[in-house]
């Protein structure tokens, strides 16, 4: 035999005899004599004690067995599937007190040697039995699920992970910086009683001080790597009186990538959701919806649709659409929402205008005094930098007190860094319209705010249905308003405003039993209750109120009619919350038994006080018993009222405030202050 074939013959012997020995040392080696080498270089790879304390077994089997099924070369090649027990983790230095951050029972899993060619560890399935997981973080900001070494270069080996099997277990979460404190027990489901789930969980702790509780069902297989195989959901939680309910399914997993879940949400108040969605929602009445939620979460983008939904809001009914992405300078959430049939004291939690209880029920913190009227609840500026905002509010019809005759509402509100604009925000009111336009800056620590506010074809007689004169054919209320602040809440924003309100009626008229009544003629009301009452030509009304650093004077004042001239002067304090004013009544004409004095309206937005003024009323009193004396026909003279023709030039005045209303920059006062004209 030629030497060079000897040769190749001994090289080809002694390979196979190496590659002989190699599987026989595997097949036979106590993988057991490894596992000092192993925990020490885990060890130090993740920067702290990594234990295997039971067995570490390894078996060879053929590709497909347990396996994907392979094609070609590979499929000749033996896989090891190696299963280790009883492994702890520990908890790094910082939470070396609170016990170990793992430990589990068995775990299983099969390698795919090829891929080892190209720096890829492909683990088909990766089977957990009974895991006790505990993830901790404290006040600091440091956590135990961070591993440090002190290699500073990224790994050169890639990690693919194809199915996640889980069997019982344990995880806990307590994180002191969102204070969050809850416990998850996990529990194999019965495959012949259960064919779509294979795990049940259960929930219990605190967030935020709140109870949680919970429970739900989900697969038992994790798929990760199959892009199209649904992973089944289902879910009940509670957080506080907040409940969320999902069932659906999860694809790509591995990338959280597609949730396609029919999500119910019910709570105390929309505004509660905030920590735990991170969308800022406002304040509400009890809420209850439910919707069709899709999810598509990336690494650097992710979007959410909650389409469709319905339900309750206190006891107005919502519905629409809404879409939250994530990938800009800030979050951005838009939509639509519709109530066919709205309440309009639904609308109230929004600026605190609920009453005390109603504080109480949705886990408000403030209160309102008991002496404030006006909403002394602070808006939390700081959370409008969380998102931005476009959403659209319609109201088709709206239920509300017999008093408050409105009938619609359309509003669009943006959020755009720290700024909040209502435009339009209207209201349909008493067959006419009143639209408004509200811009908040809440960049700074104390809130500006502007308001630009326009009355159109308002009847009175809608606007006041209760009234004896309610068949009169009254007019319509037309008016402007211009006003500038700055506060944090609906109390220091009118306590500290600017501007201007001018309103107006013209070619109207007016009930002459109210305009009697006003003037106190005794006589004439009594005529007027026993043979009816009788329409009174409108020539004007005029009201001009200028607004500085919260007081609001009467700089004019005029209701002229063919039978009297109404004028008033005074201030209504925002600030205080106080009245001061004073109605002066004139009858045009000859009036018998009149009582004609001041009317005066003082105390307080809470507890008003209107009366007339004694001092006049007991002069005219006691003139009458003095005369009575002398000769009893003579005591009707005090009560006989012959003020002449009061004249009223209407024309100039209702030019002059058909003028736009100004106001000054947020937080600028008016130059120099208007005395209120007598």
Known sequence: MPRPRKILLWLLASLFIVIAAALIFLLTFDWNRAKPWINQRVSESIGREFAINGDLSLQWQRAGQTTPPQSGWSSWVPWPRLQAQDITLANPDAFSQSGKMASIKQVTFTLNPAPLLVHDISLPTLEIHNPDIALLRNKDNANNWTFKNSDSEPSAWNLKLGRLILRQGTFKLDDALQKIDIKAEIDTLDPDKDKVYGLGWKLKGSFNGAPVSGDGRAGGVLSLQDQQQPYPLQANVKVGKTAIGVRGTLTKPAQLAALDLRLSVSGASMGNLYPLTGILLPETPPFATEGHLLGKIGAAHSEWRYEEFTGKVGSSDVGGSLFYSTGGPRPRLEGAITSNLLRFEDLAPLIGADSNEEKTQRGAQERQPAGKVLPVKQFSTDAWGALDADVKLTG????????????????????????????????????????????????????????????????????????????????????????????????????????????????????????????????????????????????????????????????????????????????????????DLTIHPKSKGLRIISLRSPLYVSGTFKEPDVGVNKAVLALRAGGALALGLLAPVTAILPLINVDGEQKTDCANLLEEVKKQPQAPPAGKAVAGKVAPKK
């Open 396 to 579: 088709k019809r709206i239920v509300k007190k017999k008093d408050l005759p409105i009938s619609d509402l359309h509003a669009h509100l943006v959020l755009k860094d720290k700024v909040l604009t209502l435009d339009p925000l209207n209201f349909g009111v008493a067959g006419g319209s009143l639209n408004s336009t509200i811009r908040l800056d809440g960049r700074d620590q104390q809130m500006e705010s502007d308001m630009a506010l326009t009355a159109r074809r308002i009847k009175i007689q809608q606007l006041y249905p209760e009234l004896d004169a309610s068949k009169t054919s009254f007019g319509e209320i037309n008016g402007d308003a211009k006003l500038s602040a700055t506060g944090n809440s609906v109390a220091a924003m009118l306590g500290s405003a600017n501007g201007e309100l001018k309103t107006l009626v013209n070619q109207g008229a007016i009930s002459k039993f109210l305009l009697e009544a006003a003037g106190l003629n005794v006589g004439n009301i009594v005529i007027s209750k026993l043979f009816g009452d009788k329409e009174v030509k409108l020539n004007c009304m005029v009201g001009d109120f200028p607004v500085s650093n919260g007081v609001m004077d009467i700089r004019t004042f005029v209701l002229d009619t063919d039978d009297a001239l109404i004028g008033a002067d005074g201030t209504v304090d925002m600030k205080q919350e106080k009245l």
